[in-house]
């Protein structure tokens, strides 16, 4: 039974760096991409990008100059960071296991609220 | 890369079939068989329950089912039961390599 289990700071004020981590349980990390998606309050889902243990990564163009998302193979986990962060960043966070140009599998989200 | 178009509501009575559309362009919808599909309930995360346009992942119901014609998906309901009551989005690879989603319609079990 594949299990995605996340975390990382809820709270950041304006500026400051966004970090979170998914830690997939399983054992078939190397086979898959590996996805953060968002989705602020009341509204739609937001495919931030995607990561591979190759290496291959690919980030939507509205976050690119301030995401990375990384993979740690050893660990079987994928991070997620996103810097300058402002107010329309507050928005729960899902990591997701890509498969088949979809999402079978996902974290269960976590909230970042951006506030002063 | 704009994001696909859904209605905001759809509604059915039990019992009845309802169907959920997701417009895109040539560049996406049209392009790519990648077309899938998630029912999210409030504070939950999404579950999928269409991918590739119309295949469903094991274990969900086959009253689910997905189609598509040029640059249109659509997501149908049949035998509607109120626990389809939720929230459905669509997404679409897309030929830039980029994923984008519809804005999710709200499904009312009447």
């Known amino acids: 039974q594949v299990e995605l289990l996340q975390w990382g700071a809820g709270r950041l004020k304006p500026s400051e760096t966004l970090s979170l981590t998914c830690a997939v349980y399983?054992?078939?990390?190397?086979?898959?991409?590996w996805s953060w998606i968002r989705q602020p309050p009341g509204k739609g889902l937001e495919w931030i990008g995607e990561?591979?243990?190759?290496?291959?990564?690919i980030y939507n163009p509205s976050f690119t100059s301030r995401v990375i998302i990384s993979v740690d193979t050893s660990k079987s986990e994928i991070s997620l960071e996103l810097t300058s962060v402002t107010a329309a960043d507050t928005a729960m966070y899902f990591c997701?296991?890509?498969?088949?140009?979809?999402?079978?599998?996902w974290g269960q989200g976590t909230l970042v609220t951006v506030s002063s | 890369q704009s994001a696909l178009t859904q209605p905001a509501s759809v509604s059915g009575s039990p019992g009845q079939s309802i169907t959920i559309s997701c417009t895109g362009t040539?560049?996406?919808?049209?392009?790519?068989?990648?077309v899938s599909w998630h029912q999210q309930y409030p504070g939950k995360a999404p579950k999928l329950i269409i991918y590739?346009?119309?295949n469903r992942p094991s274990g969900v119901s086959d009253r689910f089912s997905g189609s598509k014609s040029g640059n249109t998906a659509s997501l149908t309901i049949s035998g509607l039961q109120a626990d389809d009551e939720a929230d459905y989005f669509c997404?679409?690879?897309?030929?830039?390599?980029?994923?984008?989603f519809g804005p999710g319609t709200k499904v009312t079990v009447l």
């Open positions: 990561s591979h243990h190759s290496g291959r990564t």
């Open positions: 399983d054992g078939s990390f190397k086979n898959y991409y």
């Open positions: 040539s560049s996406d919808v049209g392009h790519y068989n990648y």
């Open positions: 590739g346009v119309n």
């Open positions: 997701a296991r890509g498969n088949d140009f979809s999402w079978g599998h």
């Open positions: 997404s679409s690879y897309t030929t830039t390599y980029i994923y984008i």
